[in-house]
């Protein structure tokens, strides 16, 4: 466990150090849960949305790409029950002054069950080597038996509580599961309060009437309220989707670890809209689509996985999250929803206005049924940093930290080094970068000795670095040098850009998610 926070704090720091991810407003302290993305962070972050984007507009032609206002009526958050039932259950502890989300604190502990039936298994299976068989252990294993019969319990009275907005029940829960604070180590709890997490403002100036507005706290809205236009100007027929991404506002109650609890954040989102009573097969269309999208990346398939929510939205009738193993445990990236026909007839309802399909096959209005995906892109951007971040120990001693980023999704794409900064050397590196730039980000160095720049190159995730020295110059030759394996190749400047354009391709990436 300490190993793994040491790892997330070198994880912060090499983003700040390396230009992916500063403090807001350093200067000045910082604000709370907000970052910006510096010279590499903008890079990688824009490939992870073009990367999302191509995957849900070039790939299914019945999703269309949009960008609504981050402004919107205000009615919008009611009918959407945002103004009502955005809200967080927050507990203080009176010792620490440390405010947390009970259900979040509630969650953490369950997990402690987990692990601690992992740990039996993981003994267990050094015990008996080979001939070990996992399921008959945990049928058979009185303390594992005992410990899941206990978590087992837990999770059905949690799930209540949560479901019947007890809040009497949540904070008894942690009482009686003797939940600490983390700072403080008491027991010393508030009651549990329900807390919105939409930020306001207003529009117009108070004399001739200000309207009270709020910073979106989704961008799924925006989807919905242009149903009509996208389906009528694009003439699309059910089932269709509509994707977007953009930029999300919560004024989150705990606000910790990185980039992953953001107050200002952003999302991408698509909504797809099904026959009713079609959903349930859409929405298992596009569970494994999209985790075939993650696992597309190659950061490891077992980094990934599927949780069912306990607690379903009262509109909603399926959901699950994709979890991503970062260093403090499996969290969400992503969540699909069933959310039937709520947010479309509700804001027929609050608006007046008819928001229905008419289906030719079946010759009949109807109002249709939503799949949404809904993923954040900083939480994504944490996933790569977290799966891509390695320390190598060298032959000599030395340590050399690399992000394996999938190369397609490097800031930087290809560095051009020329060995020394005369002899001509410099111009010829000019001229292959002026040519290989029109293919991908590159990166032009030629302070210092080669391996420092090759280790500059490895810890922002590059995948290419070419030298040019002396025979260059006579030969029309290079030395490519691959981030992953250190290994190196003499080739012609000329095959340069074949050998390189295969694995940078995102058409390549692409097509690695149907061959998951
Ligand atoms: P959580 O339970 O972690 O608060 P959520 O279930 O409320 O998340 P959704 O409303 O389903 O999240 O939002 C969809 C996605 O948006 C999430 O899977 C996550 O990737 C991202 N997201 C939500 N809140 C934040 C945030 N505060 N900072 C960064 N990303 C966020």
Known sequence: MAQQEELFRKIISHSKEY??????????????????YGQNGAELKNNIKRYWWDSMTLLNENVAGIDSAIFMHPTVWKASGHVDAFNDPLIDNKDSKKRYRADVLIEEHLAKYDSKTEKEIEKAAKRFGDSFDEQKFCETNPRVIENQAKRQA????????????????????????????????????????????????????????????????????????????????????????IAQTGKAFRNEIVARQFIFRMREFEQMEMQ????????????????????????????????????????????????????????????????????????????????????????????QSYTPYVIETSIGLDRMFLSILAGSYTEETLEGGDVRTVLKIPPALAPVKIAILPLVKKDGLPEKAREIMDRLKFNCHCQYDEKDSIGKRYRRQDAIGTPYCITIDHDTLTDSAVTIRFRDTMSQERVTVSALEEIIADKLSMKNLLKQIKNQ
């Open 19 to 36: 230009g992916f991810v500063f403090p807001s407003s350093e200067i000045y302290d910082g604000l709370g849960a907000v970052y910006d």
């Open 272 to 363: 797809f809209f099904v026959r009713p009573g079609e959903e349930l097969k859409w929405f298992e269309h596009w569970k494994q689509t999209r985790m075939r999208w993650h696992k597309a990346l190659g950061l490891g398939d077992k980094k990934y996985r599927f949780h069912d929510h306990d607690k379903l939205a009262h509109y909603a009738n399926a959901a699950t999250d994709i979890e991503f193993e970062m260093p403090f445990g499996f969290k969400e990236i992503e969540g699909i929803h069933s959310r039937t026909d709520f947010d479309l007839s509700s804001h027929e309802k609050y608006s007046g206005k008819k928001i229905q399909y008419f289906d030719p096959e079946q010759n």
């Open 154 to 241: 837990l999770h059905t009275r949690f799930a209540k509580a949560l479901n019947g907005n007890d809040l009497e029940e949540l904070r008894q829960i942690i009482i009686d599961e003797e939940i600490v604070c983390p700072v403080s180590g008491t027991r010393n709890w508030t009651e549990v309060r329900q807390f919105n997490l939409m930020f306001s403002t207003e529009i117009g100036s108070t004399s001739d009437g200000a309207m009270k507005i709020y910073l979106r706290p989704e961008t799924a809205q925006g989807i919905f309220v242009n149903f009509l236009n996208v389906q009528k100007s694009g003439r699309m027929k059910i089932p269709f989707g």
